[in-house]
């Protein structure tokens, strides 16, 4: 199983973080041990004093697929969940000032917990119109709608598996909205897909 996962994809979180706007999707992985499910808490590592919340929507992969035309995609997940990419925003500003790769700062032990049940692909009325929250201790942190992203999908789909063949299980995660920012030992944090609360853990 592979955990895929597009960075740069909403416009308001590329300027709030001053990057540049980039052509083509940004693929970046994380190994399966970043997984955090069941509702487990997030324990907050010693190796960084900076970790960030990002929610976004996940999609589950339902076949194999390689070389995917755009106009297919959708047949390749079934089902769509959230999760958080956390990042640690040290490490990462450190790594990118000096041009190197940054997967520590999102590969980490834990950096991906996963909602616990995914809504099947049949519930949406449109894909291009699904919103998203996330909320810190109560408080509304993240708000994103999938018509928001720069590439949709299908345009993230089949620009993957151009490079990486996709199987049956595997998950991407769709890029972040803006609002992102720390956390804290003793937050609660609780995601929802549309008013459906399907995410929710603790940093410890």
């Known amino acids: 199983m592979k955990i895929l996962c597009i960075g740069r994809n909403y416009a308001e979180h590329i300027a709030e973080l001053n990057n540049e706007t980039p052509d083509e999707p940004v693929i970046f992985t994380k190994p399966e041990t970043a997984l955090l499910q069941r509702g487990m808490p997030f324990f907050y590592p010693d190796f960084?004093?900076?970790?960030?919340?990002?929610?976004?929507?996940?999609?589950?992969?339902?076949?194999?697929?390689?070389?995917?035309?755009?106009?297919?995609?959708?047949?390749?997940?079934?089902?769509i969940g959230l999760g958080i990419d956390f990042t640690a925003r040290d490490l990462q500003s450190k790594a990118k000032s000096k041009g190197l790769p940054w997967d520590l700062a999102k590969g980490f032990d834990g950096s991906a917990p996963l909602s616990p049940t995914f809504k099947p692909v049949s519930d949406f009325a449109d894909l291009a119109n699904i919103n998203f929250r996330l909320e810190v201790n109560g408080e509304v942190k993240q708000q994103g709608n999938s018509g928001m992203m720069l590439h949709n999908f299908a345009a993230q789909i089949a620009y993957i598996s151009r490079f990486i063949t996709l199987k049956m299980g595997d998950l991407i995660f769709t890029g972040t909205p803006s609002g992102v920012g720390p956390v804290k030992i003793g937050d609660q944090l609780t995601g929802y897909l549309e008013d459906e609360k399907l995410l929710e853990l603790s940093v410890k």
Do not use: C, M, Q, W
């Open 48 to 79: 960084s004093t900076d970790i960030h919340h990002e929610i976004e929507l996940v999609l589950r992969v339902s076949k194999n697929g390689k070389n995917i035309d755009p106009k297919f995609a959708h047949t390749y997940f079934d089902a």
